[in-house]
């Protein structure tokens, strides 16, 4: 049984940082290709960052410089690092896991900034 359970998720003062967390379990983490998403409130998800299972990295456009993911192989983690948090930035965030067809996801842990 495939699981991704986040954690890190908070209420966080704006321009404070915030690591968020994947776990994942039953699968093969080594080979997966890693990512983030995120939906906020009346919006899309949308692709935050995605890590290969090579370590290569890409981001969305409106958070590079400020996020930066990471994995754990040993740990069958992946991290996202937020900085300098923005109120555009609340959203719940999601984690997925893809390698060919096989395709799966967390059940998302919300980021809430206030200011």
């Known amino acids: 049984q495939v699981q991704l359970v986040e954690s890190g998720g908070g209420l966080v003062q704006l321009g404070r940082s915030l690591t968020l967390s994947c776990a994942a379990s039953g699968i093969i983490f080594s080979i997966y290709d890693m990512g983030w998403y995120r939906q906020a409130p009346g919006k899309l998800r949308e692709l935050v960052a995605v890590i290969t299972f090579g370590g290569s990295t890409n981001y969305a456009d409106s958070v590079k410089g400020r996020f930066t993911i990471s994995r754990d192989n040993a740990k069958n983690t992946v991290y996202l690092q937020i900085n300098s948090l923005k109120p555009e930035d609340t959203a719940v965030y999601y984690c997925?896991?893809?390698?060919?067809?096989?395709?799966?996801w967390g059940q998302g842990t919300q980021v809430t900034v206030s200011s």
């Open positions: 997925n896991s893809r390698f060919r067809a096989n395709d799966y």
